[in-house]
């Protein structure tokens, strides 16, 4: 398990965190806060949704060595992480103490800004309402709907794209 995280819900201040990019001896962390967060995507699904380790999934795992990943420090831990690769963004994960403080907004804007106004694109779990409310939110827009398969089974999938 990762390190112990407080986050608390005062206010924050740009001072309070910073984003940078990933470093190896980061894994450990992003381990922690997929396992943590992965499940969450599944949360509203008729069907459970079982979810694997980052390292137990080598297809995410590639997805994960093959991305530009960028991280969220706060007080000196890791609150969170986003990933990118040919302007698609593959995850966006906050830790569950850390959510509601903007940290995601923060991490969606930096992707954003480095992007340069270039599209950006991304799939999201239809039911995954929180995070799709966050992307309407900064102007992304449907523009496709399919089935996917999770680990055999089905999920209602939306492409976006900003």
């Known amino acids: 398990m990762g390190p112990a995280i407080k986050c608390g819900f005062e206010a924050l201040t740009k001072h309070d965190f910073i984003i940078r990019t990933y470093a190896a001896d980061d894994f450990s962390d992003i381990q922690h806060i997929y396992a943590l967060c992965k499940p969450d995507e599944f949360a509203h699904e008729a069907v459970k949704i079982k979810t694997r380790a980052l390292t137990d999934d080598p ?3 590639a997805q994960f060595t093959n991305s530009d990943v960028y991280v969220m420090e706060m ?3 890791i609150a969170g992480f986003i990933t990118v690769s ?3 963004i593959g995850w966006l994960y906050v830790h569950p103490e850390c959510r509601r403080l903007g940290l995601g907004r923060a991490l969606l804007a930096h992707v ?3 992007s340069q106004g270039r599209a950006l694109t991304l799939n999201i779990v239809k039911s995954n309402r929180p995070a799709l409310g966050l992307y ?3 102007q992304f827009k449907v523009v496709d709907e399919f089935v996917a398969q ?3 089974q089905p ?3 939306l492409e976006m794209s900003w």
Request: net charge positive; charged share 25%.
């Open 59 to 61: 297809m995410r795992l």
């Open 112 to 114: 954003m800004t480095l």
């Open 150 to 152: 999770v680990n055999g």
């Open 155 to 157: 999920v209602e999938v």
């Open 86 to 88: 040919n302007q698609e």
């Open 136 to 138: 309407l939110k900064y």
């Open 75 to 77: 007080h000196k831990s």
